[in-house]
């Protein structure tokens, strides 16, 4: 038997064909787009305009100091507000509210054409920063602050396509039609942090997008493309780490400390667009789909776009329809309300009907241990839930809590079907009020 | 539209808790129907009793004590089932009544209910009946004559001597015995199913085997080495004990070494309580007393932390 490339991992139904089937994709013009300053782990951006100022498509309207990024219109028009508005995290979030004149009038780009050889890497890293680069696959650390971080400390470099979640095709979507900015993008990011591997990794399930790379990758000498057995959660950072060079980041490290660097393939591609044609990130790909959604497909979206227009755009939500989910089924987050905008962390818009294997009343622990053999990273699922329960603080330690990366295969598994991830998130805050004191 | 805000996952997997007792109730059916084709119809009227006392138990406790009603996962089902299946077809009916009562009352539900119970229901209800009706729990009967007694492959064992069945007919169950231990072939058939229906793994049954045929082949008592092996994991209750006593979830570790370890303490037990215990069988009591450790072996075979060698270096 060949030996699995991380530990434990679920193989739930994928349903990716769903939204697949369109390949051209549509452009949506919101009539209004609400930009929220902060779209990445660290500072708030501030506001660089007022409410009144007529602004461009690409112009920077947020920036801050420290940890931060700035944000830029995606429409050109009239900014209407500036005000908190509701937010995929299910928070309230400064944010500037701009009314679309449809005009699509850009700022002027200033893209760097030299060689990229003859390129400073400060050079490079400014580039990412102006144009308010993040992680796209959906932690939104800051790109410049972590490719500065891996600057001189990492061997391995890797373009993560592994885009585990069910449902999601937006890397699909992109490796299919344009692989060549996320190869661009590397090559980008290789002259910054010469490392001695280059590897572009996905998952098996996707055929088409396999084929595109492997038809233009000859053009790009050193860039490896590895194609992972499909599982669940590969597409985690310490799991696909793990898979492709055996290493494992230690708790509570970054995967510098292991000497490897981790880009969604959206932030290469951004990154490419940002140095070579001077473009802010102010759109993205965004698979719309689920059961209840009456088109599945990709769109290329304006960052701002609120859901209820995709959803609209989309052929609308089946009237049983029971949640909408920013980013994927294992690990998304609910959303209660549909005004809340697409932003540069959105991969998906999943919209569920009821999930017949859903919770039960009476969720009952059967000690069955099939979350034990299901644990990426090698935790005791069983154990934990009675002592987050029991609010034992000393065995939520002992049982290394802490380490838990809530990619809910353990609550997928279970027979159960125990709140496993909703308690966890209690007993870490508990960990984590109980260490504040 | 009103949207559901719940935390992830937002999809679960197909396995549930009825679905997992069903698989343990076909898988068995061969074992049963075995029991009941070599011992007659007094066996299935023993096994109904047992799976009619447990389920009304169950029922009844819920609406006395005014608690949740969990007779529709089936657990009490599998209860009364696999005590039944320890039971020689001759016990008295009120014997067999009183064991699925205390198995489900007692053991199960004063413990806090499914999954919560330290001990396995079936056999600390069946070794609850051995200590105040030894009589009953250890008669059994010549195949097909309910009024002879008759030696089961065990009590030969214990001479020590080789059974009078040939190995292929204890294989087959052509010999005495309780209801649902009488073939190695229907219980190995079950175990298989549970397998591929990704019910128990594999670990604790082999665990358990391997170690009573490590054991036997050793030390031998009678006939050659290979045959005393054989007629040990044939005879009695291993067979039952390995693939449906030891693999209960809620008394069995849960972690990969911890099972590989308790399979090996019940088999290790189970061969030095036949050498040395008062009765012919050691089974029992060598799961039972696997199950008061399950805590302390799950404690101590925590898989290794991720990213964190033994010692606590850098993997």
């Given amino acids: ?437 | 539209m009103k949207l559901t805000v719940a935390s992830s996952p937002h999809i679960r997997g197909n396995f549930r808790t009825y679905r997992i007792m069903l698989d343990v109730v076909i898988a068995l059916l061969p074992a049963l129907f075995v029991g009941v084709w070599m011992l007659g119809l007094r066996a299935l009227m023993v096994t109904l009793i047992c799976v009619a006392g447990a389920v009304a138990s169950e029922y009844l406790y819920s609406i006395i004590t005014k608690t949740r009603n969990t007779t529709l996962d089936c657990s009490a089902i599998v209860t009364g089932l696999l005590l039944a299946m320890t039971l020689p077809h001759t016990v008295p009916y009120w014997q067999a009544a009183v064991g699925s009562v205390f198995a489900i009352i007692i053991v199960k539900a004063l413990c806090g209910g499914l999954g919560q119970n330290i001990f396995n229901p079936a056999l600390a209800a069946r070794a609850f009946l051995m200590l105040i009706y030894p009589v009953g729990l250890t008669r059994y009967s010549a195949l097909g004559v309910d009024a002879v007694s008759a030696a089961t492959p065990l009590h030969h064992m214990v001479m020590p001597a080789l059974p009078e069945e040939s190995l292929l007919d204890m294989f087959l169950g052509r010999c005495p015995g309780s209801i649902g231990e009488l073939s190695a072939l229907a219980l190995l058939i079950g175990g298989v199913y549970l397998v591929i229906r990704k019910v128990i793994s594999i670990r604790i049954p082999v665990a358990y085997l391997g170690s009573v045929a490590v054991l036997t082949l050793i030390f031998h008592k009678a006939g050659s080495p290979l045959e005393w092996m054989l007629y040990s994991l044939l005879s009695g209750g291993v067979m039952l004990g390995a693939i449906f006593m030891a693999t209960d979830y809620a008394t069995s570790p849960a972690t990969a070494w911890g099972q590989i370890l308790y399979g090996i303490g019940c088999g290790v037990l189970t061969v030095v309580f036949r050498y040395y215990g008062i009765f012919p069988e050691g089974v029992t009591y060598a799961i039972l007393l696997m199950n008061a450790l399950v805590w302390v072996i799950d404690r101590y075979t925590a898989p290794r932390r991720f990213g964190v060698k033994k010692g606590g270096v850098k993997a």
Avoid at chain 1, 212 to 226: F, M, Q, S, T, V
Avoid at chain 1, 239 to 250: K, S, W
Avoid at chain 1, 366 to 374: A, Y
């Fill in chain 1, 1 to 437: 038997m060949k030996k699995r490339p991380f530990f434990g991992g679920i193989h739930p139904k994928y349903n990716k064909e769903m939204s697949l089937g369109v390949t051209d994709f549509h452009m949506i013009t919101p009539k209004q787009v609400v930009i929220p300053l902060l779209q990445h782990i660290g500072a708030p951006c501030q506001s660089l305009v007022a409410v009144g100022d007529k602004v461009l498509k690409g112009q920077k309207i947020g920036d801050g100091e420290g940890l931060c990024v700035p944000v830029h219109a995606s429409v050109s028009g009239t900014v209407v507000a500036i005000e908190p508005r509701p937010h995929t995290s299910g928070r309230m979030v400064n944010a500037i509210v701009i009314d679309n004149d449809c005009q699509d009038t850009e700022i002027e780009f200033s893209p760097i054409t030299a060689p990229l050889e003859t390129l400073e890497q400060d050079q490079i890293l400014h580039a990412i920063r102006e144009a308010g680069i993040v992680g796209m696959g959906g932690a939104a650390f800051p790109g410049n602050v972590k490719a500065l971080s891996a600057m001189g400390n990492v061997d391995t470099l890797i373009a993560n396509a592994c885009e585990c979640e069910p449902y999601i095709t937006a890397d699909d979507s992109l490796l299919r039609t344009t692989p060549e900015q996320v190869l661009e993008g590397m090559t980008i990011l290789r002259h910054v942090l010469k490392p001695n591997r280059v590897v572009l990794a996905v998952e098996d399930n996707k055929a088409a997008a396999i084929e595109k790379i492997r038809n233009i990758i000859g053009d790009y000498p050193g860039i490896e493309l590895a194609v992972l057995p499909t599982r669940y959660p590969q597409g985690a950072e310490k799991q696909l780490i793990q898979a492709l060079t055996g290493r494992e980041v230690q708790p509570g490290k970054l995967p510098v400390s292991v000497g490897c660097a981790v880009f969604n393939v959206s932030t290469y591609a951004a990154i490419f667009r940002a140095v070579r044609w001077g473009k802010p990130l102010t759109e993205r790909i965004v698979t719309i789909s689920g059961e209840a959604i009456a088109q599945p497909q990709n769109f290329i979206v304006r960052i701002g776009t609120p859901f209820h227009d995709l959803i609209e755009v989309a052929g609308g939500l089946n009237e049983k329809t029971e949640r909408v989910i920013s980013g994927g089924p294992m690990m998304g987050f609910a959303q209660s309300d549909l005004s809340v905008p697409v932003i540069k962390a959105t991969n998906s818009i999943l919209c569920l009907l009821r999930d017949r294997n859903g919770a039960a009343e009476n969720p009952v622990c059967l000690r069955c241990g099939k979350c034990v053999g299901v644990c990426p990273m090698r935790l005791q699922p069983l154990y934990m839930y009675r002592f987050v329960n029991a609010g034992r603080l000393d065995e939520m330690n002992r049982l290394n809590l802490m380490d838990c990366i809530e990619c809910g295969s353990c609550a997928f598994t279970c027979p159960g079907k125990l709140p496993l991830v909703e308690t966890f998130r209690k007993g870490k805050q508990m960990i984590r009020e109980a260490n504040a004191k």
